[in-house]
Nanobody
Framework: QVQLAESGGGLVQPGDSLRLSCTPS????????MGWFRQSPGKEREFLGV???????????NISPAVKGRFSISRDARTKIMYLQMNSLKTEDTAIYYC????????????????WGRGTQVTVSS
C-alpha cells in the first residue's frame, strides 16, 4: 500500500506564495510518478501537473495551462517528497489540493491516478 500526505496549505492573501508538500509512505517504490490536482466546491477535480521518473532522471511533465507560469512541481530524489510551488496566488486558486500516484494512461485525467491523499486546503482571500 501507498499512503500520501499533503501539507502546507493555509489562508493567504492574493499575490502570496505557498509551497505544498506531498509525502509518500509505505511502498514508496510505487511513487515514482505522481501528480497534483485541486478541487473547488461544486467543480470537478482539476489537473495541475505531474512529475514522473524516466531513466533515472526526475522529469516534470506539463503543467496545466491554467496555472503555468505561476505553479511548478519539484521532487526530492532522496525522500521522494513532491512539492507544488504556487506563486502569485489568486482567489480562484482557493481549493483543496490533492496528490496521487499516476499509474499510467492520460496523465491529465484523475481516473489515471491511485492512492489519493486527503488533501490540504488552500484559501486565497483578502
Amino acid at each position: 500500500q501507498v499512503q500520501l500526505a499533503e501539507s502546507g496549505g493555509g489562508l493567504v492573501q492574493p499575490g502570496d506564495s505557498l509551497r505544498l508538500s506531498c509525502t509518500p509512505s509505505g511502498r514508496t517504490f510505487e511513487t515514482s510518478n505522481m501528480g497534483w490536482f485541486r478541487q473547488s466546491p461544486g467543480k470537478e477535480r482539476e489537473f495541475l501537473g505531474v512529475s514522473y521518473w524516466i531513466t533515472g532522471v526526475i522529469y516534470t511533465a506539463n503543467i496545466s495551462p491554467a496555472v503555468k507560469g505561476r505553479f511548478s512541481i519539484s521532487r526530492d530524489a532522496r525522500t521522494k517528497i513532491m512539492y507544488l510551488q504556487m506563486n502569485s496566488l489568486k482567489t480562484e486558486d482557493t481549493a483543496i489540493y490533492y496528490c496521487a500516484v499516476w499509474r499510467g494512461g492520460t496523465y491529465q485525467s484523475s481516473s489515471s491516478y491511485d492512492y489519493w491523499g486527503r488533501g490540504t486546503q488552500v484559501t486565497v482571500s483578502s
